[in-house]
């Protein structure tokens, strides 16, 4: 039986009465889901998520379509999102609590880990599938049930996800979507009295609004939030790895990533080097629609993300910052009625211009030339974000202490900017609270209660 309403008549705007419908099947489902054994947990997940699997070709193609991404870069997302179904399947036998002998003479404790209840997966539009596994995975094998909510414009693809897992075996409301506006199915699930916790991807003012709401109920949360990944490159790196893992950074997604490089502050002595070389990658990328053959990087997702984008990127170079590339739509006339955005680099804009203090959510990267690594760890830290950051140098020193020194919850050394499941990930300061992957992720859907066990 499947648990999942894929006919919404008219609209994909799900009503109260089917919200509190999902909510309440997965209140109903949580009480046997988080009874079984955990191992049984993993067995039905890792079922449910090979039969999604089965499913690849159908779910890359409406990816692309709803999402505006290249039918390669969906591929990579729905093939990770699967990967870390399986990666909780992998740690379902490793979930434990812990135990102190002891405690007084023939009295001992234990620590008991257990499930939260519902989880609300609240997930935007740019990583519909992996952002909304990385919470549905160690939620579910924890014991805790999940009701999910895509954002307004990318339902499609989650509802058919859910739809096959249901197929695959996963019981009637473990996993539920409702989808929605995030002003309306979004809050409303925030402020549900049967939500235990919200596990949020967004961005940082709708991350402050549920934090405040989900106090109310004293509900937990994870927020994993808006960022503005720093790049430093010093004079001693790999300038062609690091040019190179500085366009694929910026570009991928079109740029509509939390952690894409999105500040790159290179040595001055190094510097036209690289800055040539970046250039001259974004000029190579083919722009196109998402499932024509050859595309390198699709359109933004709306007309709202690339104006905004245009007016960060305008705005920098009205204050000083000197535009090597790109700046507005591609001229090809067959690309004239999509969001499409030329891949684009500034150099230099003020340090007080919006490329350098917002977000920038598209394929728009700033560089700037710095004396030395003093000066970039003091920029890079100089952002009210703290998601990534990366570092290229081949001086174990210099690594260490960018590791030690930059404030974020990630820093990549001579690497390409890619999450592992087995890593914990989470941002720092405006960047969110919690994290998601590794088994640190499991710390976030369950309590713990210490017992102790006396000599009576
Ligand atoms: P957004 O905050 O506008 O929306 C995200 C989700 O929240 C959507 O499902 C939306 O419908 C819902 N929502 C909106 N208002 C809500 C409300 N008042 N109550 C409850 N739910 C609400 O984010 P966006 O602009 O669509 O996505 C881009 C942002 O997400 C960027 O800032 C990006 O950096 C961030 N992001 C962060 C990560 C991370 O792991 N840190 C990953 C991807 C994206």
């Known amino acids: ?29 949580f009480t046997t889901w988080s009874e079984l054994a955990v191992s049984r947990r993993g067995e039905i997940l890792g079922r449910a998520a090979h039969h999604v699997e089965q499913h690849l070709d159908e779910l890359i193609p409406l990816l692309t379509r709803e999402q505006g991404k290249t039918l390669r870069d969906s ?22 609590g812990a135990h102190a002998p002891n405690l007084d003479p023939g009295v001992e404790g234990y620590v008991l880990r257990r499930p939260l209840g519902v989880v609300g997966a609240i997930v935007p539009w740019n990583f519909p599938t992996t952002l909304l596994c990385n919470k549905l995975a160690p939620a579910l094998i924890a014991g805790n049930t999940v009701v999910a909510k895509p954002a307004a414009t990318t339902p499609l693809t989650t509802l058919r996800f859910a739809e096959l897992l249901a197929q695959g075996g996963l019981p009637e409301g473990v996993f539920g979507v409702v989808t929605g506006r995030g002003s ?41 939030l808006g960022g503005s990944d720093p790049m430093i490159i010093c004079d001693d790196a790999d300038l062609s790895a690091a040019a190179s893992a500085a366009s694929m950074g910026r570009f991928y997604n079109c740029g509509q990533a939390c952690l894409a490089i ?5 040595f001055e002595s190094v510097a ?4 040539e070389a970046v250039v001259a990658k ?15 990087m699709g359109p933004m997702h709306t007309a709202g993300g ?41 150099l230099d804009p003020p340090h007080d211009s919006p490329m350098a203090v917002e977000e920038v959510f598209g394929p728009a990267l700033p560089i700037w030339r710095v004396a030395d690594l003093d000066e970039a760890i003091f920029r890079a830290n100089s952002s009210p974000f703290a998601l ?31 999450v592992y499941d087995e890593l914990p990930f989470g941002g720092w300061k405006s960047s969110g609270y919690g994290k998601e992957h590794g088994i640190e992720a499991f710390d976030f859907y369950t309590e713990t209660k210490s017992v102790v066990l006396g000599a009576g």
């Open 75 to 96: 591929r990579i997302e729905i093939t990770k999102a699967i990967d870390t179904l399986m990666h909780y399947v992998g740690l379902s036998k490793a979930l434990r």
């Open 184 to 224: 309306e199915a979004g809050t409303a699930l925030v402020t549900h009295p049967q939500v235990r916790k919200i596990a949020f991807t967004g961005s940082t003012p709708v991350g402050e609004q549920i934090m405040a709401l989900a106090a109310r109920g004293t509900k937990r949360v994870t927020l994993e």
């Open 282 to 296: 974004a000029r190579r990328l083919k722009v196109g629609r998402g499932d024509a053959p050859g595309t390198q």
């Open 262 to 266: 999105k500040r790159v502050y290179v």
């Open 1 to 29: 039986m499947t648990t999942v309403q894929t006919t919404y008549p008219g609209s994909f705007l799900a009503g109260a009465e089917h919200r509190n419908a999902t909510v309440q099947a997965a209140r109903t489902a």
């Open 272 to 275: 036209d080097e690289v800055i």
């Open 388 to 418: 990534g950051s990366s570092v290229w140098t081949r001086d174990l020193a210099r690594a260490r202490e960018a590791a030690q020194r930059i404030e974020a919850g990630y820093t990549w050394i001579n690497s390409r900017t890619k």
């Open 306 to 346: 690339r104006d905004e984008m245009a007016a960060q990127v305008s705005g920098s170079v009205d204050a000083g910052g000197e535009l090597l590339t790109g700046g507005g739509p591609p001229s090809d006339p067959e690309l004239a009625d999509g969001f499409f955005h030329e891949p684009t680099v500034v």
